[in-house]
C-alpha cells in the first residue's frame, strides 16, 4: 500500500526479480507501519499462549518439558549431525571462492567497525549465557568425567561425556574444558552465522526484504510472500519473543539471588518486578537513542567491562592454572571435537542428549533473533571476513573465556573438593568462584552489572528484531512499534513470573527450545538456498 | 528573504508531499531560492530502493523532474542512516546547518493517535533549531 515514486532505476544485475514490494502487505492503524497478518497473528497468539499457559500451568508445563525431551532425546543424532553440517559448510563456503562475494555488492563498505561489530555480535550472541555458564559447566563436566562411567541395565547411568576420566583429575579437567568450549564455539557460531549471511546476502545482494521468509526465496519463490512466508515468520517471533522473555524472568531471579548474596536484597515479588521494570525501562531508553547510540554503545561498554573483568580474573586467580586450562583445554577441544561431535553410536546418552542435544535446539531457537541482529549490522564485509568473524575469532574468545573462569573453578575444587563454588546453584557460582580471590566485592559487582547490561542489550536488540520482522522486513517502521515490542517482553515476562512462577517460566522455555526441531529443518534448508544464492551471484560477477 | 529552502521528502509517500513540495516552488521562485531535497534511507532494502546507491539516484531523479516541471533549481542530498527510524530528525536538523538553509518547509499530517506518545518529526526541529519551520498539513 504505497504510492511510491515513478521512476525506473537501475538495480544491481543480480537482484532477484520480483512483483513484491517490500512493505505492500503493511497496513498502517494509528500511524503505525505494520505486516498483515504477521503482526496480529504473533501478537495475538502470544498473548494467548501467555493465558493459557498460566491456566494450565502443571499440564502446560508438563506437555512442553516432554515435547522438548521427546525431541532432544529421538533426534539427537539429527541436531548433532545439523550441527556439524552447519559447521563444514562455513567453513567450505570461508575457503572456497564464493568467499569473496561481499555483503551489499563489490563496493560496500563496512557500516561499522570492527570493534563495534564485534561487541555487537557477542553482546546478542551469548554475553548473557557466558556470564552463567561460564563457571557451572566446566564444573559440571569436570565431576562427571571424575566420577567415571556407570552403567544400569545396559546404559550409561552418568552424565559424563565421552568414556569419562575416571579418578584421573587432569584428565577430567581436559575433557570438562573440551566439552564446556564444545557446546560454546565453532557449532552455536555457526548457528548463528547460517541464519546471519542467508538473510545478509539476500537482502543486501538481492535487494529481498531483511526478514526470515526472503532466505527461502531461490526454494519457494513467489510462495514466500503468502502463507509459507507468514508461519516462518510469525514462528520465528514467536521463539524470539518467548526465549527473551522467560530468559528474563529467570535472568531476574539470578541476578535478584546474586544481589541478595552480595548486599542482602530482597528476592520477593516486589523486587523482581521492580528489577524486570528498571531493565526495561533502560532498555526502552536505549530503543529510543536507536541503534548507535543505544544498543551499539551498550555492547561496547559491556564487552570493555567483560574484557576487563577476564583479565582481572587471569591476573589475580591462578594465573598458572588459567594459561594451562586455555591452551590444554583449547587442545583437547581440538582432540575431542570429532568424537564429541559423532552423532551416531554414542554411549553417552545423558550427555550427547541431555546437554549436546538440548544445546542445539537451544542454539537454534534463538538463532532467529540473533541471526537477524548480525545481519542487521554486517553489511559491507565479504562472506569470507564474515564467517571468519562470525565464527573463528568468537571460538577463539570462548576459549578464552572458558579457560579463565572454568580453569579457575575447576582448580578450586581440584585444591579443595568441599569448595563454595562445586555446589553453588547456578546463579551463584560465579559469584563463589570470584570470592576467594582479592577484590571479590569490586569483581562481583562488575559481573552483577555485566549480566544486568546484557539482559538491556538483549531486550533492545530483541525489540529492533522483532519489529523488523513484524514490519515486513523495514527497518525504518515508527520506533512506538519497538516500544511496543520492548515492553511487551516485559510484560510477558513480569506475568509469567508472578502469576506463574518457575512452572510458568519452565513451560514456554521449553516451548521456545523445541521451535529448535523446525528449525533446524529450516536452517538446512537455508544452506541450500544460500548456496544456491551465492553461486548465481558469483556467475553474475564473472566468477 | 530566503535563499536556501529545505524539504525533507520521504520517497515511500509521495503524494503526501504534494501540497509542500508546490509551496516551496512558489516560495522558491518567488524569492529566487535554491529548493533542497534531503532524503534519509537506511542500508536494508525498503519500499523506495534496494541499496543506499539506488536511493540516491531515485532521490536525484526526483529532483531533476521536479526542478523541469516547477522551474526553480531542485537539489538531492541523499543520507545514509544505520537507523532512519530514530536519527531521523538529528539528521534533518544537521543538513538544514550543513546547507545553510534559512527555511524549512515540511509535509506532516494531524497530529493522531500516536502524536500523542512520539513527537512528530517538525515538533522536533520547531524545538531545536534556530531555523524558521513552515509545516504544511496535508
Redesign the interface.
Known amino acids: 500500500m504505497t504510492d511510491n515514486v515513478d521512476i525506473s532505476i537501475e538495480e544491481a544485475p543480480d537482484a532477484i526479480e520480483t512483483d513484491y514490494e517490500i512493505g505492500q502487505d503493511n497496513i498502517t492503524p494509528f500511524g503505525l507501519d505494520i505486516h498483515n497478518p504477521v503482526f496480529m497473528i504473533s501478537s495475538i497468539s502470544i498473548v494467548a499462549f501467555v493465558i493459557l499457559t498460566l491456566m494450565f500451568q502443571d499440564s502446560a508445563s508438563e506437555f512442553f518439558v516432554w515435547l522438548r525431551n521427546f525431541l532432544t532425546q529421538n533426534f539427537d543424532w539429527f541436531f548433532l549431525s545439523a550441527g556439524n553440517i552447519f559447521v563444514l559448510f562455513c567453513i567450505v563456503l570461508m575457503i572456497s571462492p564464493l568467499g569473496k562475494i561481499r555483503l551489499g555488492g563489490p563496493d560496500a563498505e563496512p557500516d561499522y567497525s570492527y570493534m563495534g561489530w564485534f561487541a555487537m555480535l557477542f553482546a546478542a550472541g551469548m554475553g548473557i549465557g557466558l556470564m552463567f555458564f561460564g563457571v557451572s559447566e566446566p564444573i559440571s563436566h569436570f565431576n562427571s568425567s571424575l566420577g567415571g562411567a556407570a552403567m544400569e541395565g545396559g546404559a550409561r547411568s552418568d552424565w559424563a561425556p565421552l568414556g569419562a576420566a575416571a579418578g584421573d583429575t587432569e584428565a577430567a579437567r581436559n575433557l570438562g574444558m573440551a566439552a564446556t568450549i564444545y557446546h560454546w564455539a565453532l557449532h552455536p557460531w555457526a548457528i548463528y552465522a547460517v541464519v546471519a549471511l542467508s538473510l545478509a546476502f539476500f537482502s543486501y545482494n538481492r535487494g529481498l526484504p531483511l526478514t526470515l521468509r526472503s532466505s527461502f526465496y531461490p526454494l519457494l519463490g513467489e510462495r514466500v510472500w503468502g502463507w509459507w512466508g507468514h508461519v516462518i515468520d510469525t514462528v520465528a517471533v514467536f521463539a524470539t519473543l518467548f526465549g527473551l522473555a522467560t530468559s528474563l524472568g529467570f535472568g531476574t531471579q539470578q541476578a535478584l539471588a546474586g544481589m541478595n548474596y552480595l548486599f542482602g536484597w530482597s528476592t520477593g515479588d516486589f523486587a523482581k518486578v521492580l528489577l524486570i521494570a528498571v531493565i526495561t525501562a533502560i532498555a526502552l531508553i536505549s530503543v529510543l537513542r536507536g541503534l548507535d547510540g543505544g544498543v551499539k554503545l551498550l555492547s561496547e561498554v559491556n564487552i570493555a567491562m567483560a574484557a576487563l573483568l577476564l583479565v582481572f580474573v587471569m591476573l589475580i586467580g591462578p594465573t598458572g592454572d588459567i594459561f594451562s586450562a586455555i591452551v590444554s583445554g583449547g587442545l583437547a577441544y581440538a582432540r575431542e571435537i570429532i568424537p564429541l561431535s559423532m552423532p551416531f553410536g554414542r554411549e553417552d546418552t545423558n550427555f550427547s542428549q541431555g546437554w549436546t542435544s538440548f544445546y542445539w535446539a537451544w542454539w537454534i531457537s534463538w538463532s532467529p533473533f540473533v541471526g537477524m541482529f548480525i545481519a542487521r549490522v554486517s553489511r559491507g564485509r565479504s562472506v569470507r571476513e564474515f564467517i571468519f568473524c562470525v565464527i573463528i575469532i568468537p571460538t577463539i574468545v570462548c576459549i578464552l573465556w572458558m579457560g579463565v573462569f572454568g580453569g579457575t573453578a575447576i582448580s578450586q575444587v581440584v585444591a579443595d573438593a568441599s569448595a563454595a563454588v562445586k555446589d553453588a546453584p547456578l546463579e551463584l557460582k560465579l559469584f563463589e568462584m570470584l570470592q576467594p580471590l582479592p577484590l571479590a566485592t569490586f569483581t562481583s559487582f562488575l559481573g552483577i552489572i555485566l549480566v544486568l547490561v546484557f539482559f538491556i542489550t538483549s531486550s533492545d536488540s530483541g525489540s529492533l528484531v522483532i519489529d523488523t520482522i513484524t514490519a515486513g522486513g523495514k527497518t525504518s517502521a515508527p520506533v512506538a512499534q519497538r516500544v511496543f515490542w520492548c515492553t511487551f517482553e516485559g510484560v510477558v515476562a513480569a506475568v509469567l513470573l508472578l502469576v506463574g512462577g518457575a512452572t510458568a517460566l519452565t513451560a514456554l522455555q521449553a516451548m521456545a527450545v523445541s521451535t529448535g526441531f523446525p528449525f533446524t529443518i529450516v536452517l538446512l534448508a537455508m544452506c541450500v538456498s544460500l548456496y544456491l544464492g551465492l553461486r548465481e551471484t558469483q556467475k553474475m560477477q564473472g566468477g | 528573504m530566503y535563499k536556501n529552502i529545505m524539504v525533507p521528502v520521504d520517497?515511500?509517500?509521495?503524494?503526501r508531499l504534494e501540497k509542500a513540495l508546490a509551496t516551496a516552488a512558489d516560495l522558491g521562485r518567488h524569492y529566487g531560492a535554491e529548493i533542497h531535497l534531503v532524503g534519509v534511507?537506511?542500508?536494508?532494502?525498503?519500499?523506495?530502493?534496494?541499496?543506499p546507491?539506488?536511493y540516491k539516484?531515485?532521490l536525484e531523479?526526483?529532483a531533476n523532474?521536479l526542478s523541469r516541471e516547477k522551474g526553480v533549481g531542485f537539489h538531492a542530498h541523499a543520507e545514509v542512516s544505520?537507523?532512519?527510524?530514530?536519527?531521523l530528525d538529528k539528521i534533518i536538523e544537521r543538513k538544514s546547518e550543513e546547507i545553510g538553509v534559512d527555511l524549512v518547509i515540511m509535509a506532516s499530517?494531524v497530529p493522531?493517535?500516536?502524536?500523542h506518545?512520539?513527537r512528530s518529526n517538525a515538533g522536533y526541529l520547531v524545538e531545536h533549531s534556530s531555523i524558521s519551520v513552515f509545516v504544511v498539513r496535508g
Not at chain 2, 11 to 15: C, D, G, I, M, N
Not at chain 2, 45 to 51: D, L, R, S
Open positions: 520517497l515511500a509517500h509521495e503524494s534511507t537506511g542500508v536494508q532494502p525498503g519500499a523506495v530502493a534496494h541499496t546507491e539506488e539516484r531515485a531523479e526526483f523532474r544505520h537507523d532512519p527510524a530514530v536519527e499530517h493522531g493517535f500516536v502524536d506518545f512520539v
